[in-house]
C-alpha cells in the first residue's frame, strides 16, 4: 500500500460502513412499526428496495457525480468514475482506500431516500416508489452530496468547500434533504383516507423501539466514521452523538408530559431520533455541553413540529418533516451558535466569539438545500403520477396495502383464526367437565351438611362443615 495508508482507519471505516448499512433495516423496522398492521410489509419493503437501487446506481454514476472532479461551479461531479472506474487498490481518500470511503458514502445514498418513504405511508404504489428513488437519487441526492461532502482545496462543493458550510456527517444533505423531499411527496399524494378522523396509531411500539434502537446504534458510524479516521475527532462524535441523543429523548417526553400528559414509548422513540438528526452537522463541531444543549433543544422543537401537519393540513405520515426536516434545520443552524473552534473545524460560533458569520453561513446552507429538494422533489413525484400513477387506489389503501402490492401480510391472522376454531371445542369439553366437577363437589356439600343436621357426625367422605369461631361456639354453650 502507498504512503499515508492506515490499516486501523481502513478498519474503522469498513467497521462504520457496516453500521450505517444497519440502519437501513432499523428504520425499516421504526417505520414499519408505526404504521398499522396492513401497512407494515409496504413500509419495511420501501427501506430495502432503497438498498437494491441505490447500490446499483452508485456504482454506475452516483459516486462520480458526487466524489468526481468538479464539473461546473461546484455543482456537480464528473464522469470519470462511470462503473467506479479508475479507483485502484492504490488510490487514497485520506488515509483509507478511495473504495472504501465510496463504500461508506454508498450507504449515506441508500438511507436518504428510505426516509423520506415515512411521509407517504400506506398510500405509495410500490413500482412508482421505486421509480422515484432511481430519479430523485440522480436529480437530488448526487448533486446534493456534491455540494456539501466534496472536499478539493477550495475547488469542490460549492456549499461546503467553497462557502464553508459545516455538516460534519449529513444534517442538509442528508436529513433536510430528505425531510423537505417528504414534504414535497405527501401535497403530491394529498392525505390518508380518515386523516384527522380515523384513529391511525402505532400498531407495534416494540417494533418502533428496536427500530430506533437499532438505528441509535448504527449512528455511531453514520456520525463517528465521518471522520474518516480513528482519531479524537471520531471519538468526540461519538460522545456528542450519544449525549445528544439522550437529551433530545429527556426533552421530547418533558415537552410531551407538559403538552399532553404523559410520557410515551413513541415519544421515548422519536426524541431519540431527533437528537440523533440535529447532532449529524455538528457533532465534530461542538463540545459535549454544546451537544446536550443541542438535544435538549432539538427534541422538545421536533416534538412540537410534528403536530404542525394537523394545523396545515398537510399528511406526512410518520412525520419525516418535524423529526428530519425540523431536526436537520435546528442542528445546522445551532453549529453558528455552538462550534467551539477546537474539535474537528476551526470555525467558531457565536457563543465562542466568532460572531455572526457563521450562523449566517449555516442559514444558507439549510435554505438553499430545502429549497432545491422541495421544487425538484415536487416535479418528479409530479412527474412519475402522471407516468405510471404514484398513488394506490380508495379501495386498496382502506383494505390494506401488503396484499395488493405484496400478495402478503405481516401477520397471519387467519391461522390464528383456525388455531381457535380447532381450540374451541376442546375449551368447550374441559368448561364442561369443570362446571361437571363443581356440581358435584356442591352436591356433595349439601350432603354431608344434611348429614351432620339429623345425627350431629358427617358421613365419611362428605365435606366437613366449617369450624365456628370461638366466640361463637362460646355464645352457643351459653345459651
Not at 132 to 159: E, K, R
Not at 316 to 341: P, R
Not at 404 to 431: C, M, N
Request: net charge neutral.
Amino acid at each position: 500500500m502507498p504512503d499515508g495508508f492506515s490499516a486501523g482507519d481502513t478498519a474503522f471505516v469498513l467497521i462504520s460502513a457496516a453500521l450505517v448499512m444497519l440502519m437501513t433495516p432499523g428504520l425499516a423496522f421504526f417505520y414499519g412499526g408505526m404504521v398499522r398492521a396492513k401497512s407494515t410489509l409496504n413500509m419495511l419493503a420501501m427501506s430495502f428496495l432503497s438498498l437494491g437501487i441505490v447500490s446499483v446506481l452508485w456504482v454506475l454514476y452516483g459516486y462520480s457525480l458526487s466524489f468526481g472532479s468538479d464539473s461546473f461551479a461546484g455543482l456537480i461531479g464528473n464522469l470519470d468514475h462511470l462503473g467506479m472506474r479508475g479507483l485502484g487498490l492504490d488510490e487514497l481518500t485520506g488515509s483509507i482506500p478511495v473504495t472504501a470511503f465510496a463504500l461508506f458514502q454508498l450507504m449515506f445514498a441508500v438511507i436518504t431516500p428510505a426516509l423520506i418513504s415515512g411521509a407517504v405511508a400506506d398510500r405509495a404504489r410500490f413500482a412508482a416508489w421505486g421509480l422515484f428513488i432511481a430519479l430523485w437519487v440522480t436529480v437530488v441526492y448526487f448533486p446534493v452530496a456534491h455540494w456539501v461532502f466534496f472536499f478539493d482545496g477550495g475547488h469542490g462543493g460549492w456549499l461546503g468547500d467553497r462557502n464553508g458550510v459545516i455538516d460534519f456527517a449529513g444534517g442538509t444533505a442528508v436529513h433536510i434533504n430528505a425531510g423537505v423531499a417528504g414534504l414535497a411527496l405527501c401535497l403530491v399524494l394529498g392525505k390518508r383516507i380518515g386523516f384527522k378522523k380515523d384513529p391511525m396509531r402505532p400498531h407495534s411500539l416494540p417494533l418502533v423501539m428496536l427500530g430506533s434502537g437499532l438505528l441509535w446504534f448504527g449512528w455511531f458510524g453514520f456520525n463517528a466514521g465521518s471522520a474518516l479516521a480513528a482519531n479524537g475527532v471520531a471519538a468526540m462524535a461519538m460522545v456528542n452523538t450519544q449525549v445528544a441523543t439522550g437529551a433530545a429523548l429527556v426533552g421530547w417526553l418533558v415537552y410531551e408530559r407538559f403538552r399532553h400528559g404523559a410520557f410515551t414509548t413513541l415519544g421515548a422513540a422519536s426524541g431519540a431520533v431527533a437528537g440523533l438528526v440535529a447532532i449529524t452537522p455538528a457533532c465534530g463541531s461542538v463540545s459535549p455541553l454544546g451537544a446536550v444543549a443541542i438535544g435538549l433543544v432539538a427534541g422538545a422543537v421536533c416534538c412540537a413540529a410534528v403536530s404542525l401537519k394537523y394545523r396545515w393540513g398537510f399528511d406526512d405520515s410518520l412525520d419525516v418533516v418535524g423529526v428530519h426536516a425540523v431536526g436537520g434545520a435546528v442542528g445546522s443552524l445551532l453549529v453558528g451558535l455552538f462550534a467551539t473552534g477546537g474539535v474537528g473545524q476551526g470555525v467558531k460560533g457565536l457563543f465562542y466569539g466568532g460572531g455572526i458569520g457563521q450562523l449566517g453561513k449555516q442559514a444558507m446552507g439549510v435554505a438553499v438545500v430545502a429549497a432545491y429538494s422541495f421544487v425538484l422533489s415536487w416535479l418528479l413525484a409530479k412527474a412519475v403520477d402522471r407516468l405510471v400513477g404514484f398513488r394506490v387506489s380508495g379501495e386498496v389503501e382502506t383494505a390494506g396495502i401488503d396484499q395488493a402490492e405484496h400478495a402478503e401480510s405481516a401477520y397471519d391472522f387467519t391461522a390464528v383464526g383456525a388455531g381457535l376454531a380447532r381450540a374451541l371445542p376442546g375449551l368447550a369439553a374441559a368448561a364442561a367437565t369443570s362446571a361437571a366437577e363443581r356440581s358435584a363437589g356442591r352436591s356433595t356439600e349439601r350432603t354431608g351438611e344434611r348429614s351432620t343436621e339429623r345425627t350431629g357426625v358427617a358421613e365419611p367422605g362428605a365435606a366437613q362443615p366449617a369450624a365456628q369461631p370461638a366466640e361463637k361456639r362460646t355464645e352457643v354453650d351459653a345459651r
